[in-house]
Every structure is written in C-alpha cells, then in structure tokens.
C-alpha cells in the first residue's frame, strides 16, 4: 500500500515537473545587451507584437543564461555593413551584427518568418551582407514642388499628416530602405526663420514652430527605424517673400525651374544662413541633397561649382554639427537650362569634390537611364547624355556615386519584377557605387487617387503599390533574396497555399513595362509614360513615332533601321522583340486567370492580380503595334501591298488589345485622373489614337 502511495506521489510529481518545465520551454526568454536596447526599440516592439498574435509567450532577461534569443553587437563584424548573422547554439538563437541597424533588420526578420510560419520552431538561420549601403527612396514634397499641377497638390493634406508618415517609414524599415530623401525647391524655409532677413518667411512664429514640430516628429520616428533622413533642394530658389522684400529671384513666387538664375550677395547670405540653421535646428536630420540646376541658367560650369561652395557647402561647414553631403551631377553642361554632359564639366565636377573639405564621404548622384529608370537594367544615359569614365577613372578617395532609378513610368498598375533588381544590380555593383535611391518626380506615393473608391481597402497609394517597393527594398539590401521570399509573401498575403506561381506571372507581367522602356527611349519626364502610351504634352505615341523613334538599349534595333537591314546579328530584332513580349503575356494571363478562379472569394487577391491580366493586355498591344509598324514600313520601303495589308490587320488587332486594356484597367481604376502632362487622363481617349494608327497604316505611298 505504501509503495503503491509512493508510486501515486512519484507519478504526480513527475506530472508537475513535466508540466512546469513544458510551459517554461513554451516561454521564449530574450535577452538583448543594454547598449543596444534603445537603437532596437522598434523592431523589439513588433517582434513582441508577432509573438502575441501567435499565441507565443516571451520574457526578458537581464543575462544571457537562458536566453532563446541574444540580440548584441560583435566587433569582429563590419560596422559599415547593415547585414546580421542569425546562429544556432544548441536551443539558443544568436543575432549579431557590426551596427544596431544590421540588428534590427535581424529583429523584423524573425518577426517576418513568425508571422509567414507561426512558429518559433521554424525559423531559419542565416548570414545577411547588405549589398548596398545607401538604399533610398525619393519622396517629393507636395509644398513647393519641382512640378506643379493637382497631380501634386492633391497629396497636402495627407503628407501633412503624420499618420502618413508613421506608415510609409513603418513600410520602408520593412523592406530595408535606410534613407528617406525628401524633395522641393527649397525646403529650408519651411523649416527655419532667418535671423538677417525676418522678412523671408511665409510663416508666422507660431506656425513655423507647427513646421518644426512636424519635421522633429518625422526625423525622430526615421531614427527609431535606422532611416536617415536627408532633405533635397534646386538652385537658385528663395521664397517668394524673400524675393519681393528685398526685389530678387521673382520667379521663386511660382516655382519657375526653368532658367536663368540670380547670384547676388544677399541671395548668397541667406541661403548660407538657413542651410546651417536648418542643421542646427534638426539634430536628427543626417544628410543635405544639392542640385546644380535647373534655375542656374545663364551660368557656366564653374560659375555654377563656385556659387555652391559659396553657399550651400559653406552653409554645411558654418553649422554646428556634421551633416553628409549628396552632391547631384550638374545637369547641364553648358549655360541653359537643357540637360546636357561634357568631359570638361565631369573635371570640374571631380575637382570640386576632391577639394570640398568635408570629413565624411560625399555621395555623387547621377539619373540612371535619365527619367525612365524601369527600363533596361544597363545603364545607357544619364539626365543629359552618355558620361566619359572621368569620375571614376582613377578611382576617387573621398566620394561614391548613387544611381537614381526613377519611375516615370506606371502609377495606376502594380509592378514586381525581382530579375529586373537582380540584373540591375550585376550591372551597376562597380565599387565606386555605393547605392540605389527609387522614386519619382511627377508622382507623390501618399494619396489613392487612382483607385475606385468601393475597391481600396488600403489608406495609401504606397500600399497599393507595396510590391513594387518589397521587391527593390529586399533585393537592393540582400542581392540573394530568393524567389520564394516573395512566393511566401505572396502566399500571407492572400491567404493561399502557394504564391509562386503570382511570383512567375508578376515577373512576366510587369516586363512589359521595362520592355517597351528599353525598346522606345524616353529622356526626360514627359518624354514617356509607358502605361499611358504617351510622350511629348501628353501626346499617344502613334505608329509612326514607333517606327522612328531611337532604342534605349542598343541590344535592340528600330524598326527603321531594322527595315533598312542596319543592325548587327547580336541585336534583338522588333519581330523578336513582339514575339517574346507576346509569349510571356499569355504566359502571365493564364497564370493569374488560374490562381483567380482558383481563388474565387479572395477579393483582394483578385483586384490585385487583375494588374497581371492588365499588363498583359498592354504587352500584346505592343507586340502587335510593333510587327504592324515594320509591317508598314515594309510598304513604304518596298512598296510590297501584301505587307500594308499585314499592317492593317496587325494594327486592328492592336486596336482589340488597347480595348481589353482600357477594359481591364477601368475594372478598379477611375477612368480620368490627372496626370503631370494631362489633367484629365484617361487611358480610353487613347482609342482614338490606336483608331488612328489604322487609318495611316491605308494611306497609298506616293
């Protein structure tokens, strides 16, 4: 009886300890060094959020011993590097990183991989190395822009609100973008008052202390999510205040960008002066962005250099604190406004640096493929024409370049095309450059004025555009994020089993964009908008514009001088061209129709791949406009009726796919919005384009 008692005890206690120790295993205990613990604040708070929604429990410790997770810095480690390691020790995970940012990015990486597996058991470990350490977005300001037009102006109130921003920043740490770059004529004024010239500031005191309030808060959650904040200008711009005070500059009072520029004393001083105030006043500001131009005509290439150093890097150096300089390429090279390159401004440009007495490393921006950086992965043009080997040859000591990939090209559609990032990155990883900034200067990513109201289940255009900025942000931090990243993004997202068939069909869909981008040259802003099939004021690019217009990327030949046999064996044909853009556009239709149908009640999984079907629309419209164009030039060459009769029937069936198009893009899109070159635009009066397009190709040749 009393061993049997025994027993009982035994079996009970053993049940106890059973219990406790399970439900102490349950428990995660992270211990993260008190050095750090302030830097990683934010990541620790949504990796605790994530652990909460899964039902996971979690404490922290004072020591390493019986940590789940050690979160610290080693010094072994690349500081410069924003990569992290995530080991294994027996039951223990081990993050380290050379800086606080490399180890918050591991943070929100173990919160990623809960909230895509559910499971603390899962996670994987692994060795990250940023590639690029300055990986940053262009967010132009909707308060004194470079362009004006509603396009614009429609996003004040919501950039105004700190909401908006609280998000883009919580979107752009997700996806590591470690700088936010942000964009008007002259930003300075909004920001500080001059002491030497009261009279300059649009604001009373009350409503610049708003200003200052607004930026602090802004510059401060930036911080908390390891973004530098850098603010971007154009030369020459006072406010319009300034310049009717003291009779200067009348053109700053509409933001005219175009043109001569003034360079009296007073201008000087006081730009010098609310650089360095705005330094000041900001600690949480780290970076300045100058450009030499476009309101600096009437100026030669020196003239320019020494008005900058007399300024805005005096201005920097008068501070009481360190700032980083971006210094942005000349955009001229002559004594207009006109974008143009020489090897004698490149010179100068490098001398200037050289001799810029600044103690940390300057960043030299240059447009990648001018306006249309979402075309080919090569760089062909930068804003003005093609650059010598100057700045890099031999290679400089104090300064990198930083390639400015912007987005002229699709607002309404989505895009996610990661071999575009991929082959981008083989081509433009030189160890002179030292990053990326993506964004656009004719579209604001803040307020949806694109979508049908009774569709957005999202509170900003960034959103709706969350792919496009998951793919670059990922890649251009981690160059070997794999496919099946996206896929499991995808799969959460949506709720379904598996995403890489949307990652395959993504990947075909949106090259059409950088397709026709690479096939047709744009230069500057409004010399392309690819979805739009528009150039020049706005106008639709007709067949006959598409029969002459030059390459971007020479692999391609025109169809003029393909027509002409001037081209070389390795180039890619337009007939190729329209075969490869049709092939991969049925490709991605039928994916997506498949995943749609076999997902019927997921809404948004249907809105968003919608996109997929549409951009397909827009590729076999391409390659039909194409084999038509070489088709008519045929005709016009040769004189062969059977080819205008092929030309006919080519552009007819264009004309069905600009239909299906407009049909598609209309399902969940306002058909008139505006648009930088077009205040109404509506991709369905480009009908009558596609309609004209017919009527030339029946036109006899004489």
């Not at 037009?149 to 908006?164: A, M, R, V």
């Not at 960034?462 to 990243?485: A, H, M, R, S, V």
Request: net charge neutral; aromatic share 14%.
């Amino acid at each position: 009886m009393l061993k049997k008692m025994i027993r009982i005890v035994l079996i009970a206690t053993c049940f106890i300890v059973f219990f406790a120790c399970s439900n102490k295993a349950g428990t995660i205990n992270i211990y993260v060094d008190e050095a750090v613990k302030e830097d990683v604040d934010y990541a620790l708070q949504e990796l605790t959020q994530e652990l909460k929604a899964n039902k996971i429990d979690f404490s922290f410790l004072k020591s390493k011993e019986h940590a789940h997770l050690v979160v610290e810095t080693k010094e072994r480690i690349n500081k410069k590097n924003d990569g992290f390691k995530l080991e294994k020790d027996n039951e223990t995970l081990l993050l380290s990183s050379g800086n606080t940012r490399g180890l918050l990015y591991g943070l929100l990486d173990i919160a990623e991989q809960i909230k895509i597996k559910k499971n603390w058991g899962t996670i994987k470990v692994k060795s990250v190395s940023a590639h690029y350490p300055f990986r940053a977005i262009k967010l132009n300001l909707p308060w004194f822009p470079y362009r004006g037009g509603e396009n614009l102006s429609l996003h004040y109130d919501t950039c105004k609100d700190l909401k908006f921003w609280e998000a883009f920043l919580d979107m752009m740490v997700a996806n590591k973008f470690n700088t936010l770059t942000l964009w008007n004529l002259h930003p300075f004024m909004y920001m500080v008052q001059s002491d030497k010239f009261p009279e300059a500031s649009p604001f009373t005191k009350e409503e610049m202390a708003e200003w200052q309030t607004f930026w602090k808060a802004i510059f401060k959650m930036a911080k908390a999510r390891g973004i530098d904040p850098y603010i971007f200008n154009w030369n020459i711009f006072v406010s319009e205040e300034f310049g009717k005070a003291y009779n200067v500059a009348e053109y700053s009072k509409d933001g005219g960008y175009w043109g001569d520029g003034e360079t009296n004393a007073i201008i000087e001083e006081y730009t010098r002066e609310m650089v360095s105030k705005t330094i000041n006043e900001y600690e949480d500001l780290v970076g300045i962005g100058i450009t030499l131009g476009e309101r600096m005509g009437g100026m030669t290439s020196e003239i320019r250099r020494d008005w900058i150093d007399r300024t805005l890097i005096q201005g920097i150096k008068d501070a009481d604190r360190k700032v980083k300089l971006f210094y942005r390429a000349p955009l001229s090279a002559g004594t207009t406004s006109h974008g143009t390159v020489s090897k004698a401004t490149e010179v100068i440009t490098r001398e200037a640096i050289e001799n810029i007495g600044l103690d940390d490393e300057v960043l030299l921006g240059f447009k990648f493929n001018w306006s249309h950086g979402h075309s080919s992965p090569k760089l062909s043009i930068v804003h003005g024409g093609i650059l010598t080997d100057t700045y890099w040859k031999p290679e400089p000591a104090n300064y990198k370049g930083v390639y400015t990939v912007r987005n002229e090209d699709f607002f309404v559609l989505r895009w996610g095309q990661p071999d575009f990032v991929r082959d981008f990155m083989k081509y433009n990883s030189e160890d002179y450059i030292n990053g990326v900034i993506i964004g656009s200067e004719t579209y604001i990513p803040a307020k949806d004025y694109t979508t049908k109201e009774t569709y957005r289940t999202w509170d900003y255009a960034f959103q709706k555009q969350w792919l496009f900025y998951k793919t670059w942000g990922n890649l251009l931090y981690n160059k070997e994020t794999p496919d099946t990243y996206f896929a499991d993004v995808l799969a959460n997202k949506y709720g379904i089993t598996d995403g890489s068939k949307l990652v395959s069909a993504w990947r075909m869909a949106s090259q059409n964009a950088n397709s026709l981008a690479s096939f047709y040259r744009g230069e500057w802003d409004g010399t392309l908008y690819t979805e739009g099939m528009t150039r020049e004021k706005g106008q639709f690019i007709g067949v006959n514009k598409v029969i002459s217009h030059p390459v971007l990327d020479s692999s391609y030949v025109n169809i003029a001088n393909y027509v002409k046999g001037a081209f070389t064996e390795d180039q890619i044909t337009p007939l190729q061209f329209a075969d490869a853009m049709e092939e991969k556009s049925i490709m991605a239709q039928k994916i997506a129709k498949q995943i749609i149908k076999e997902y019927p009640e997921k809404e948004l999984l249907k809105i968003e791949t919608n996109d997929i079907d549409t951009w397909g629309h827009f590729g076999l419209y391409i390659a039909d406009k194409v084999r038509g164009g070489v088709a008519l030039q045929t005709y016009r060459v040769k004189g062969d009726k059977q080819a205008q009769k092929e030309a006919i029937s080519h552009l007819t069936n264009a004309l069905q796919h600009w239909k299906d198009y407009v049909t598609s893009i209309e399902k969940y899109n306002v058909e008139v919005m505006p648009h930088q070159f077009n205040n109404k635009f509506s991709f369905r009066e480009h009908i009558a384009g596609a309609e004209r397009d017919i009527a030339i190709a029946k036109q006899e040749i004489n």
